[in-house]
């Protein structure tokens, strides 16, 4: 069975440092991972992905996220967090085989104080 | 634009009476998806389609039913709602052609069960 973790509900960062958010994920085979952001009374936007290739992807705004086979993760990042970044994080995996359905992690939110 | 949309946005009801969401994607793409969000579980997946006439259970599809008889569409039914899916609602669809695509996101739906 796939899950995904995210080990913090909670994120704080000063604006202009650099951010991480946490995901680790427990799937069979090679995963495809995703982060989506959640900004208020929105839907989720889609960040970036990982599927094969180079472990650094970059997404929009200025996110990437590093894969890490070993250490079953896929961390979110961002050099120098804006306040705009403020919003809910979610990390999802999906297994390569199979209905190839989204499962998705808890959430982090992330707040950038000015 | 390409889009989901989602109707309607807020619905408050009463236990027992039938309700429908509906679910409208514009990019003709094969797999829809319903979400519920609730606080510290992130979104769970209640049905998905991976195209017209094709649905299946997700993780949480007690109390609810869906169909999928175009392609554009794909409703949520409760048929006797009760107050335990008091929740916030996503439909999402995703082009299954290439593979590895990312889901596109309703803006939500907040339903309360009273």
């Known amino acids: 069975a796939q899950s995904v973790a995210q080990p913090e509900d909670q994120v704080n960062v000063a604006e202009g440092n650099p951010l991480t958010v946490k995901c680790t994920y427990s799937?069979?085979?090679?995963?495809?991972l995703f982060w989506y952001v959640q900004y208020p009374n929105r839907g989720l936007q889609f960040l970036l992905k990982?599927?094969?290739?180079?472990?650094l992807v970059k997404g929009s705004y200025g996110f990437e996220a590093e894969f890490n086979k070993s250490q079953t993760s896929f961390h979110l990042k961002k050099p120098s967090a804006l306040v705009s970044d403020s919003a809910l994080y979610f990390c999802?995996?999906?297994?390569?085989?199979?209905?190839?359905?989204?499962?998705f992690g808890t959430g982090t939110r992330l707040t950038v104080i000015p | 634009e390409a889009q989901v949309t989602q109707n309607p946005r807020y619905l408050i009801t009463v236990t027992g009476k039938k309700l429908t969401v509906t679910c409208s994607q514009n990019?003709?793409?094969?797999?829809m998806s319903w979400y519920r969000q609730d606080p510290g579980l992130g979104l769970r997946q209640i049905y998905y389609?991976?195209?017209?006439?094709?649905?299946d259970k997700g993780d949480v599809p007690e109390g609810y039913k869906v169909s999928r008889k175009e392609k554009r569409n794909f409703p949520l039914i409760l048929e006797s709602p009760s107050p335990n899916q008091t929740s916030l609602y996503f439909c999402?669809?995703?082009?299954?052609?290439?593979?590895?695509?990312?889901?596109?996101f309703g803006p939500g739906t907040r339903l309360t069960v009273l």
């Open positions: 999402a669809s995703r082009s299954e052609a290439g593979g590895h695509n990312e889901q596109f």
């Open positions: 799937v069979s085979g090679n995963p495809y």
């Open positions: 990982y599927i094969t290739g180079d472990n």
């Open positions: 999802a995996v999906r297994a390569p085989t199979g209905a190839n359905n989204l499962f």
């Open positions: 990019m003709n793409h094969e797999y």
């Open positions: 389609s991976m195209n017209v006439e094709v649905t």
